[in-house]
């Protein structure tokens, strides 16, 4: 057999396994999508119930604004750019005016709240940015969606809110800064702010100008989290870059290493910086998977320490969905991006473990907690962590990856 014919048996043979991924994620996605609007849909209160058990009983009514943000972005995601999604009945559960009512604290309403009772009323403030984050996501593609300008004069009010707590003052957010408390940057505050970045400027040219000094300063800061010569990604540095003592400096989460990889990808690809991307691709996605990918019973662990001293939060064995949702997004995004097979067999892998791993066949949506060894742990499909939002988000950017993948000559 000549080489030109092997080379072009195995194209055909990769492209059929392409093929039969896309149409294995897409109808995993019209599974999960179902399950949300099955039983997550307050009829009488408006918003969602998250806090749902296996089958989609509802186990507790609180309402969390931050998965209240996801979901309906989600919503109006799949409805923009999915043509089985255009439907009412996905735009009118994401239009209706929960979140808008209820979210802000009032006076003076700067602050979000991060629970609700099922009618609306606060419960709990976190003294951080992510729920106002996920606020803003919403808003942004509400407006995307619908047009109305309301939502998104409400998403850069609160995005340059936002940007004001993290870069010039953040006392409003309530938190006291303690005299022996290191001034610690974790990974996800420059995260989050990318991710707004990159969501407010798709659509609009101004804010994509507005907002460009924004997210170089929050690559340059995720990038700072590679330390010890290039040799681990660390979860917390100084705010001036710098490694930290303890417990707090040494810890790792290759899940969250893995999402910021594919933030940052997205930054070059708009940078058109092929240098940049091709040392995030080996910083923050085979870096953190060679050290975080479980030997022995395969998935990623959930912390690590980067000395190799047992990690204190208890659940850092556990596999959790949404780590293994951001590797499949992030490999098969730098495959898209280099043509490096590496990227795509690590991609099969990943996602072969998820699939096999998380997904629930019998009531649909994917278990979030699993032990070590792969059992599942806690056999809710949500909570105050889980909603919809990293599993349809992970199926749907891969469709449509994958999609582009196959259109390519």
């Known amino acids: 057999m000549s080489k030109g014919l092997r080379a072009r048996q195995d194209m055909e043979k990769e492209r059929e396994t392409l093929q039969a991924w896309k149409e294995r994620v897409g109808q995993e996605l019209d599974r999960v999508v179902a399950f949300w609007v099955e039983h997550s849909h307050d009829q009488e209160h408006g918003g969602f119930f998250t806090c749902l058990s296996r089958e989609g009983r509802v186990y507790d009514d609180l309402k969390y604004v931050w998965l209240q943000g996801r979901q309906v972005w989600m919503y109006c995601r799949l409805y923009r750019t999915f043509q089985r999604f255009h439907h009412?009945?996905?735009?009118?559960?994401?239009?209706?005016?929960?979140?808008?009512?209820?979210?802000?604290?009032?006076?003076?309403?700067?602050?979000?709240?991060?629970?609700?009772?099922?009618?609306?009323?606060?419960?709990?403030?976190?003294?951080?940015i992510f729920s106002e984050c996920f606020y803003t996501m919403a808003m942004n593609e509400l407006w995307r969606a619908t047009g109305e300008v309301r939502y998104q004069t409400e998403a850069v009010e609160m995005m340059d809110q936002i940007v004001h707590w993290v870069r010039e003052d953040a006392s409003g957010l309530g938190r006291p800064q303690l005299q022996g408390a290191p001034t610690a940057e974790p990974m996800a505050v420059p995260m989050m702010l990318l991710n707004l970045v990159e969501q407010l400027g798709e659509a609009d040219e101004e804010l994509a100008g507005k907002y460009t000094e924004l997210g170089d300063w929050c690559a340059r800061r995720i990038l700072q989290h590679v330390q010890r010569d290039g040799q681990a990604v660390l979860e917390n540095v100084s705010e001036d870059g710098k490694e930290l003592s303890g417990c707090l400096g040494r810890q790792q989460n290759p899940g969250h290493a893995l999402e910021a990889g594919w933030f940052l990808l997205r930054h070059c690809i708009r940078k058109g910086d092929p240098e940049l991307r091709a040392h995030v691709v080996d910083k923050f996605l085979l870096l953190p998977f060679r050290s975080g990918w479980d030997p022995d019973h395969g998935g990623l662990f959930y912390f690590q320490d980067a000395d190799d001293f047992c990690p204190t939060q208890l659940e850092w064995a556990m596999k959790l969905w949404w780590p293994h949702s951001e590797a499949m997004i992030a490999f098969l995004m730098g495959y898209s991006e280099s043509g490096d097979p590496v990227l795509l067999r690590l991609f099969y892998q990943v996602a072969e473990y998820t699939f096999r791993q998380f997904r629930d066949p019998e009531y649909g949506e994917w278990f979030g907690y699993l032990s070590r060894e792969g059992k599942v742990a806690l056999s809710i499909k949500g909570g105050p962590f889980k909603g919809c939002f990293h599993v349809p988000r992970c199926l749907a950017m891969c469709e449509e990856m994958l999609g582009a993948l196959l259109s390519r000559p």
């Open 88 to 128: 009412s009945q996905l735009l009118n559960a994401a239009k209706g005016e929960f979140l808008l009512r209820y979210a802000r604290l009032a006076p003076p309403g700067k602050k979000c709240a991060f629970v609700l009772t099922r009618d609306g009323r606060p419960v709990k403030v976190q003294r951080t």
